[in-house]
Nanobody, 119 residues
Framework: QVQLVESGGGLVQPGGSLRLSCAASGSIYSIYTMGWYRQAPGKQRELVAAISTGGITNYANSVKGRFTISRDNAKNTVYLQMNSLKPEDTAVYYC?????????????WGQGTLVTVSS
């Protein structure tokens, strides 16, 4: 069984920064794409950023130039550095990994971490 554990959310003032982390544990054979999604109150979950095994990144237009996704394969961990935060970035942030074990392949989601941007 594979689990994802997120950390790093919290309350920050507009213009501030936060760094989210998401680490996978369990019987992992390989991790492919890692991504961050978010869901604001009353809105659908949306992709924020993703990173492939080769390090190719993809960002939502709303966060380009402000957020940076990175991964540490040795630690089975993905990070999201969020700078110049805006109130509209307030949401629950979820990590999602495309993972294979020795018997199957599929997606695994983290439990979510709340980011609140407010003065």
């Amino acid at each position: 069984q594979v689990q994802l554990v997120e950390s790093g959310g919290g309350l920050v003032q507009p213009g501030g920064s936060l760094r989210l982390s998401c680490a996978a544990s369990g019987s992992i054979y390989s991790i492919y794409t890692m991504g961050w999604y978010r869901q604001a109150p009353g809105k659908q979950r949306e992709l924020v950023a993703a990173i492939s095994t080769g390090g190719i990144t993809n960002y939502a237009n709303s966060v380009k130039g402000r957020f940076t996704i990175s991964r540490d394969n040795a630690k089975n961990t993905v990070y999201l550095q969020m700078n110049s935060l805006k109130p509209e970035d307030t949401a629950v942030y979820y990590c999602r990994f495309d993972i294979s074990t020795h018997t199957s392949r599929g997606e695994v989601w983290g439990q979510g971490t709340l980011v609140t941007v407010s003065s």
